[in-house]
């Protein structure tokens, strides 16, 4: 098998040449992603494996299928950027990475919610300048605070144990209730009315996008912060702008954005970035972004290479594939 490997980093690089030392194929890795004008670049590959921010469009897969390639395999759990009727019309099989380490990305989104609330971000700065006052860094316990889960697979999972952990009392929305103890599931909106913290941890459909809007928004407390490392278009982030703006919530953390695709995983420290809105929102004293780094452990990247190159192998032996999106 041929694997030819878009939008890869030397992290990404590390991990599966490590991994493919049990398998053998023939990976060819690309730093560009995957979209209109490089889908060619996979000519000759039995398999490409793009990953999140990838266009994996009905064009892109015409010229994928007529260059000879059979299996599109996501190093990822997302694939809203797949286009699935053109996949199937094509006679291309479709596989992911359904969990990797669902711990990584819930503890991420703890670690910015902490430095969110406790402010450590201006005290680092501060320190870094020998400047020792605390005036202004004043936060707030989690112990005792209301924290609405939305999202309660996997990921949704550990971060109610890791709120549980804090104290916390745990409100959920998910069209899927599961039976978990000590939470509470309720409706959208009385989660968002009643949450110290909202967090998303659910896939992106095409029935949750811009889940949280300016009327979503209106509904939710001053003092409340939203926190989303699932997908950047769970959230309008003009709408997001605008109330923290008029001081309508207190403040954001996101690992993710909608319009992240070209910006996140790249450096543009010498060139800025052209997107007004990012460049608000990270420019807010109380905003954090990060840069799709919520899987990034070197317990996932090992888990995501193992899951990838196993969905490929169980393709090239004609087996099952345990993974492939239907």
């Known amino acids: 098998m041929k694997i030819t490997m878009f939008d890869t980093k030397p992290y990404d690089r590390k991990h599966f040449d490590e991994v493919n030392l049990g398998y053998g194929f023939d990976i060819k890795y690309l730093e560009s992603t995957l979209g209109v004008n490089s889908a060619v670049m996979a000519r000759g590959s039995d398999a490409v494996c793009p990953f999140v921010n990838c266009n994996v469009g009905a064009e892109v897969i015409d010229t994928l299928a007529d260059e000879g390639v059979r299996l599109i395999a996501m190093r990822s759990a997302g694939f809203n950027n797949v286009d699935l009727n053109r996949a199937r019309e094509r006679g291309i099989k479709v596989v992911r990475v359904p969990a990797y380490s669902p711990h990584a990305v819930a503890e991420h989104s703890f670690a910015m919610l902490l430095t969110l609330v406790r402010k450590m971000q201006h005290a680092y700065v501060r320190t870094r300048e020998f400047n020792f006052s605390l005036s202004g860094l004043v936060g707030f316990d989690l112990h005792g605070k ?80 939203i926190i989303n490392t699932s997908r950047g278009a769970l959230v309008d982030s003009e709408d997001l702008l605008e109330a923290l703006k008029e001081k309508r919530i207190a403040g954001a953390a996101l690992d993710v954005y909608e319009e992240e695709a070209g910006i996140f995983f790249t450096d543009q420290s010498g060139e800025g970035i052209e997107d007004d809105t990012l460049a608000r929102l990270i420019s807010m004293p109380n905003v954090i972004v990060t840069s799709h780094q919520g899987y990034l452990t070197e317990e996932a990247l090992r888990a995501i290479s193992e899951t990838t190159l196993e969905n490929v192998k169980e393709f090239a032996e004609g087996r099952r594939l345990r993974n492939e999106i239907l």
């Open 146 to 225: 209301t924290i609405g889960i939305i999202g309660t697979g996997k990921i949704g999972r550990c971060a109610i144990d890791i709120a549980k952990g804090f104290g916390m009392k745990v409100l959920a929305y998910d069209p899927f209730p599961q039976d978990i103890d000590g939470v509470t599931y309720t409706t959208l909106d009385v989660l968002l009315s009643e949450s110290d913290v909202i967090s998303l941890y659910c896939p992106l459909t095409k029935d949750n996008r811009h889940l949280i809007d300016g009327e979503s928004l209106k509904k939710i407390k001053k003092t409340a912060v």
